[in-house]
């Protein structure tokens, strides 16, 4: 799989010993507050996401990439297909993830924009979505950040969570940059 670099973090594919960095972020209420039910994940549920993300990258050739820093595992950031949301299908959405102690110092901003990149250059995609619980402020800033704009907000019906939509297109994207 493919792995980024910016100019402080490595995106890379994910190794089984990220397990225990990446079950101590989601079992982290704050970190998991406006994500789906807002429930923290136990091991063994992160344990078949790592397995999802690998299968990801195996089977569609994008996905989620794993966030480095300085050899520590920050989070994620990268692509997947939303069909928690039927209505807005077919699309294909940025998401981000950070670990706690790693907020407010831009990373997830970094890692997103090289991700926004990658799928613009790479899968050849013509839109990007990024979705959010409507109360996820700091979510909604990084999507701004990036260049997105808000279209719609709507409900996961799944969970029935109030969320907000928001899109960047491959010319939007192209005028940015
Ligand atoms: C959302 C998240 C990835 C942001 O990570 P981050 O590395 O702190 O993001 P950045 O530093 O790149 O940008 C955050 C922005 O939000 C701003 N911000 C911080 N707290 C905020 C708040 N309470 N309200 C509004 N904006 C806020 C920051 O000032 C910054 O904007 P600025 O650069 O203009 O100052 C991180 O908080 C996280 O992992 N949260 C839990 C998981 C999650 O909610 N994921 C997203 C699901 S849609």
């Known amino acids: 799989m493919i792995t980024l670099t910016t100019e402080r973090l490595i995106l890379r594919g994910w190794r089984d010993d990220d397990l225990d960095a990446l ?3 989601n079992a982290d209420p704050e970190v998991m507050r406006y ?4 429930q923290v994940r136990d091991r063994q549920q992160t344990e078949a996401g790592l397995r999802r993300f ?3 990258w195996a089977e569609n050739g994008y996905g989620i990439f794993a966030i480095e820093r300085d050899g520590e595992l920050l ?3 990268g692509l997947a297909v939303p069909t928690f949301l039927p209505e807005i ?3 294909m959405e940025i998401g981000w993830r950070l670990g706690r102690h790693a907020w407010g110092q831009g990373y997830a ?3 997103a924009a090289a991700a926004l990149r990658f799928g613009f250059e790479q ?3 013509d839109r990007i979505v990024s979705i959010r619980h409507i109360d996820n402020d700091r979510s909604a800033r990084v999507m701004t950040k990036l260049g997105m704009t808000h279209e719609r907000d709507t409900v996961v019906p799944e969970v029935n969570q109030p969320v907000a939509v928001h ?3 491959r010319e939007q994207y192209g005028r940015l940059s």
């Open 54 to 56: 690998q299968a990801g």
């Open 23 to 25: 079950a101590a972020i």
């Open 75 to 77: 989070g994620w950031a």
């Open 35 to 38: 994500i789906m039910d807002g």
């Open 167 to 169: 899109a960047i297109t």
């Open 123 to 125: 899968p050849g995609l």
């Open 109 to 111: 901003t970094e890692a």
């Open 89 to 91: 299908m077919p699309a």
